[in-house]
Structures are given as structure tokens and as C-alpha cells.
């Protein structure tokens, strides 16, 4: 019985011995979660503080470009300050950020305000820092948190732009922007729970923070973090608040804005609290019983799964923020900003600018580099141009543009065109501000262009050697012969000749002028169809169609639908040379012994199919079984007219099946010609 009770005893204690090292294994694995987790909650929160200076910074520069647009506006150069006040008010009633907007001349005297009745006498304007400096620097401005407006129960932070014309500073045009709405902005960059997020201005001013939800649910957390932040500012990464609560903090200074910054910041205390929780834990563990070991096993099972649900929602998170960026990125506009230090040689840009030029990608979102690095990516022979358009920049101190191919791994060459302009005096200026487009579409359009002149161009030279061959072969032997006629008919009549011979010789004579005349309008007619204009387009089709039947001795028939309605002259000649050209096909490959037209004029388009019954070709290729390539020229010539007048063309064709043409031009509706 003793060693029944010792062997359970050894059980107890094997178990025992067992279940220290796995609670001790169990706090430990707790620790290092715990761990993790205050690594994962700084990880995240920094990428919530580059998020939302990033978000800030798109948000600050774009409403200092509507800004930048409105100081430009042609109302101001006409003195028509009624207009100005109405396209202020309408940009104010439409910007979400803007809460009033107003003029003021360099002494200080406001001229208009939106906020006020047009003309209504206004009070100088407030927060002087921000002013002068516009009027030192002659450039946008943003300024810092505005002293508190009784009219409007708000502070505001003023957005301020020179309003130069022909170099002089005319007047300052002040935009009040929403702190609110920045904190609104703040609040949705996701920051971890318990964090709390802060905007300064460049004097360490609160502009935006997190909302105070602890604060309005009776908790005092989150404003003593907002005061740790304003106590530390940027100096350290811990402060302490008057009550003595350690905060851990983090900041930002956020390019494009005179010296903002955003600050995160949570109590160590809540960031130590999973570390403490699981110390507790591993010193519990050590002296816990069986019991508490099955029990510290469920709570490893349970960690376990906590931390794999932990990573599920972190890689959950990732993807969608990689699919907001992505969306964001779609719905972003096409041009990308940068700006040329030419003191320092040095660029940089938004993420467009690094996408257009490939350059690689910035922690920061902002791409830096030297000119040596944007200048590589550009072919070597566009690199001259770039330098001269920075040059011309700085020495005229106007918008210039210039167009360059750029070499990049995931597109190839394509095409951009940069367009900027540096401000500033004369002798001052060295930075150029701009903007670059995706032009490659329109390039390519150029290229598609010129080869369409040039193979008009060689159409028509074509058509001219054609003619010249014509008029030679069969007008010039015709007018040959009846040269030849003539001086014998000369001679029969000064040798006494008799009559009846001669009366012969006029009526040959006159069969070869005959022929000359049919020969002479038959050219007439291939360089312009005036059949159309006395006849119409299906009559002038209908005779050119049957004298070719005649011509060539080869069954042609001709269908009409529809009205003989007027077209537009361009219309009617397109659609009259490509069955000229479609028939000289037929002539020349199709071997043909008939071929079908039909016609047909409908409302909103006119439509024509070419049918043969000859040897057909390679619709692909466009070659007949003949191997001439000729051909491919005169479907080349079908192709282009259709085009040009936004139409369509397709064949269908296989060999020893014969081919069929169908053709669509849009027409609008002008009428009937009778």
C-alpha cells in the first residue's frame, strides 16, 4: 500500500517537476509576446505617424495649390473685386479645410474677407509673424495657430500667398484653415489604441489632436498624454506630465510646412502593462500546483491562439492598407511634383515623380537624390535639353516646359514632359518648382501621325505616276497616231488623192479624237469623281461600276438601300475611291469572274460591302497566293480613308474562297439631295 501511495506520490512530484519548467516555459513564452506586442504597438505607431504627417503634408500642399490658383486669378489683374469675392467664396463653400478667405494689402488693410459683406469695413489683419514673413519671402506661407476670432468663435491657421503682378506684391491672399479638420485628418490615420496624436505649428503651438473620447467618457488619460507632448515637444522621447505620469513620445516634422510637426505619444505605463502582466505571470508560475499548471496550460494554448489572431489581424490590416494605398494611388492625380535645388544639384519628389522616372522607393514617401541619379534614367541625347530647360528657368524666371524619353525596368522608354518655374528675384533664384506628366500616349499618337502623312504622301506620289503612265501609254500613242494621220491625210490630199479614200481617213481621224476625249475624262474623273456632284453618290458608283464591267468584261452587280441621300463631300469621295480601289484589287489578284456591291444609306452611318468570288487571300497577312504585297498597299489605302473619317473596315478572306470588305462611315442626317 506504502509504495502504491509512494508510487503516487512519484506521479505527484514527476508532475510537479514537469509543470515548473512548463509554467516557467509558459511565462516566458508570455513575456516575449508581451514584448513583441509593445515592439508591434511602436512599429505601428510609427508607421501612423508617417501616415499622418504624409497625409498632412498631401493635404497642406494641395490646398496651398488651389491657393496658389485662386491668388493667380484674372479677376485681380481686372480690379473686379466682386468677382474675386464670389470665386473665394465658392473655393471656401466647396474646401471642407478652408473656413474664410481674404485679401489684404501689403499695409496691413484687409480688402475683402468672405466671411463679411462685400465692401463692409474690416479690422487689420492678425497673426503679424506669418504676414511679414510673406512679404520677406514673397512666397506661400503657412503660418501658425491665429489668435482666438470672437466673430467666428475660432482660431484659424492662415494660409498666406503673395499676389504678384509684373513683380510687384499687390496684395496677400490669407486662407483660415480648419484645425479641426486637421484633427479630423489626424484621427483617421489609424493610431494604436491608447495613443494619442498631436499637430505643432513652428512655435510649439497645438494645432489638431486625437479626439479626447476618454475625456468626454469621464477618464483623463488621453489630455494628460496631449499635455506630455506639449511639455516635451520635439526635445526628448519621454516627458512627464504635472501630475508626474511618464509618457513615451514620437515626432515628425512635416516637409512643406515652416516647421510642423506631429507628435504620438502613450504612458509607459500602458505601453510596459502586457511586459508587467506576464512577469507576474512567470513569478506565479513557479510556485503554482498542478492544477495551476493545467490551468497556465490553457492560458499558452490561449496565447498561442491570441498571438496567431494577433498576426491574422496585422497581416489583415497590411493588406488592406496596401489596398487603400493602392486605390489611393489610382485615384491620385496623373502629375507628379518635385523640386530642383540647382545650388545643391539635388531633387526631389512625391511618389508619382519616383514612379514616372523609376527611381527607387523612399521610407518617407518624399524621393530625394542628386540630379546624377533623375539625369541617368534619361536618354543620354535628351540630357543637354534638361540642363538648358533648368537654365532657362532661372535666368527668365517664366513657366517653361521640356518633353524627354526616360528608360525605367517595368516600362521601358516612354515619354515625359516636366514643366516648372523658379521664383524669386533675379539674382536669387535656384530652386525650381514643377511638375511632370505621362505623355507616351500622345507621343506615340505623333509617331502614328507622321507615318499617316507619310504614306499619303507616297499615296498621292503614287497616284501621280499612275496618271503619268496613263496619259503617256494611252493618250500620248493616241495623239501619236492621229499626228501620224493627219500628215497622211496631208499628203493623200496634195497628191490629188480621191475623195472616198480621204473621206476614210477623217472618219479614222475622227475615232482617234473620240478616244482621246473618253481617254482625257476618264482621268479626269479617276483625279476627281465629278459624277458625284451631277449625279449623286449610288448614280456615280452605279456608272463607274457598270463602265468597269464593260472595261473588263467581268460580271459586276450593284445593290442599293436606302435614300441617295446628300453626304458630306469627304464622305462621298472616300467611299467612291475605295470601291475604286477595291475593284482595282479584284482586278489585278482576285481572279474573279463576279463580284457583288451592295450599298446601303441608313440614318446615322452608310455602309458598303465589297463580295468577290476569286482566289482569296491570308486575312492575316494580307498577302495574295500570288505573293504580291502590292496589295497590301491599296487595303492600306481603304484602311486610312475609313479612318479618317472615324469609320470602320474589316475583311474577310480565305484562300480559294474568295474576300469580302465591309465598310462603316457615321454620317449625320443633313437632308435628301432629291
Keep these: 500500500m506504502s509504495g ?28 516575449i509576446t508581451a514584448d513583441q506586442q509593445r515592439t508591434y504597438a511602436r512599429r505601428a505607431a510609427t508607421e501612423a505617424l508617417t501616415q499622418a504627417a504624409h497625409r498632412i503634408e498631401s493635404e497642406i500642399s494641395r490646398e496651398m495649390q488651389v491657393a496658389n490658383a485662386l491668388a493667380n486669378s484674372i479677376a485681380i489683374d481686372h480690379g473686379n473685386l466682386s468677382d474675386f469675392y464670389q470665386e473665394a467664396a465658392r473655393l471656401v463653400a466647396d474646401r471642407p479645410l478652408w473656413e474664410t478667405a481674404a485679401l489684404t494689402k501689403p499695409d496691413r488693410e484687409q480688402v475683402l474677407n468672405v466671411l463679411r459683406p462685400l465692401g463692409e469695413p474690416l479690422e487689420p489683419v492678425s497673426d503679424i509673424d506669418s504676414f511679414n514673413a510673406v512679404l520677406r519671402a514673397r512666397r506661400p506661407i503657412l503660418g501658425g495657430l491665429g489668435p482666438y476670432q470672437p466673430a467666428i468663435g475660432k482660431r484659424l491657421v492662415a494660409l498666406r500667398v503673395p499676389v504678384i503682378r509684373e513683380g510687384e506684391l499687390r496684395y496677400i491672399l490669407t486662407i483660415g484653415l480648419l484645425p479641426d479638420q486637421i484633427s ?3 484621427g483617421q490615420t489609424g493610431l494604436p489604441a491608447g495613443w494619442a496624436g498631436t499637430v505643432l505649428d513652428a512655435k510649439e503651438q497645438i494645432v489638431a489632436r486625437t479626439p479626447d473620447e476618454e475625456l468626454a467618457n469621464g477618464g483623463g488619460t488621453t489630455p494628460a498624454v496631449q499635455e506630455a507632448i506639449a511639455r516635451g515637444r520635439s526635445q ?3 516627458a512627464t506630465t504635472s501630475e508626474g505620469l511618464d509618457v513615451e513620445t ?3 516634422v512635416m516637409a512643406g510646412t515652416e516647421g510642423w510637426s506631429v507628435h504620438v505619444g502613450v504612458p509607459v505605463s500602458e505601453l510596459n502593462a502586457p511586459v508587467s502582466r506576464s512577469l507576474g505571470v512567470l513569478i506565479g508560475g513557479t510556485a503554482a500546483s498542478l492544477g495551476l499548471a493545467i490551468a497556465l496550460g490553457w492560458v499558452i ?9 494577433i498576426e491574422a489581424l496585422q497581416s489583415a490590416a497590411a493588406l488592406l492598407d496596401s489596398e487603400r494605398r493602392g486605390a489611393l494611388a489610382i485615384d491620385a492625380a496623373e502629375l507628379g511634383t518635385w523640386r530642383w535645388d540647382l545650388a545643391t544639384d539635388e531633387f526631389s519628389g512625391c511618389n508619382r515623380f519616383r514612379m514616372l522616372l523609376g527611381l527607387p522607393s523612399a521610407d518617407s514617401g518624399v524621393t530625394t537624390g542628386s540630379a546624377a541619379e533623375v539625369f541617368a534614367v534619361i536618354e543620354p541625347s535628351h540630357r543637354p535639353v534638361l540642363s538648358s530647360f533648368g537654365t532657362s528657368c532661372l535666368e527668365s524666371g517664366k513657366s517653361s516646359s521640356v518633353e524627354f524619353p526616360v528608360q525605367t525596368q517595368d516600362r521601358g522608354t516612354h515619354w515625359l514632359r516636366a514643366a516648372g518655374r523658379a521664383e524669386g528675384q533675379p539674382d536669387q533664384r535656384h530652386v525650381i518648382h514643377g511638375v511632370l506628366a505621362d505623355i507616351d500616349i500622345l507621343k506615340r499618337a505623333e509617331t502614328e501621325r507622321s507615318h499617316l502623312l507619310r504614306r499619303l504622301a507616297s499615296a498621292q506620289e503614287e497616284e501621280q505616276r499612275r496618271i503619268s503612265r496613263e496619259l ?5 500613242q493616241t495623239v501619236t497616231g492621229l499626228s501620224l494621220g493627219l500628215k497622211a491625210l496631208e499628203k493623200r490630199l496634195a497628191n490629188g488623192s480621191d475623195e472616198a479614200a480621204a473621206a476614210e481617213q477623217i472618219r479614222w481621224l475622227e475615232t482617234l479624237a473620240a478616244q482621246i476625249g473618253r481617254d482625257i475624262h476618264r482621268s479626269a474623273s479617276d483625279l476627281r469623281p465629278t459624277a458625284i456632284d451631277d449625279l449623286g453618290l449610288f448614280r456615280a458608283i452605279g456608272a463607274y461600276v457598270a463602265e468597269w464591267r464593260e472595261r473588263y468584261h467581268i460580271e459586276a452587280d450593284l445593290q442599293t438601300f436606302g435614300r441617295d441621300n446628300a453626304l458630306p463631300l469627304d464622305v462621298a469621295v472616300a467611299l467612291y475611291r475605295i470601291v475604286q480601289e477595291g475593284l482595282t484589287n479584284v482586278l489585278k489578284h482576285a481572279q474573279a469572274s463576279k463580284v457583288s456591291i451592295v450599298l446601303e444609306q ?11 468570288d476569286g482566289v482569296g487571300f491570308d486575312a492575316e497577312s494580307r498577302v495574295p497566293p500570288d505573293g504580291n504585297q502590292a496589295s497590301g498597299l491599296g487595303f492600306s489605302g481603304m484602311r486610312e480613308r475609313t479612318a479618317l473619317l472615324s469609320g470602320t473596315i474589316a475583311v474577310e478572306s480565305t484562300p480559294g474562297k474568295g474576300s469580302t470588305i465591309f465598310v ?11
Excluded: C
Excluded at 494554448?301 to 489572431?309: D, G, H, K, P, S
Excluded at 441608313?602 to 468577290?612: F, G, N, Q, R
Design 472 to 476: 503617256h501609254d494611252q493618250v500620248g
Design 4 to 31: 502504491k501511495k509512494q508510487a503516487i506520490w512519484l506521479f505527484i512530484a514527476l508532475v510537479l517537476s514537469a509543470a515548473i519548467p512548463v509554467l516557467l516555459l509558459g511565462g516566458w513564452m508570455a513575456y
Design 250 to 252: 514620437m515626432h515628425r
Design 236 to 238: 526628448s522621447l519621454r
Design 301 to 309: 494554448a490561449r496565447e498561442i491562439a491570441q498571438r496567431r489572431n
Design 664 to 674: 462603316r462611315i457615321p454620317i449625320e442626317n443633313k437632308g435628301s439631295n432629291g
Design 184 to 186: 479630423t485628418i489626424l
Design 602 to 612: 441608313k440614318p446615322d452611318a452608310i455602309a458598303l460591302v465589297l463580295e468577290d
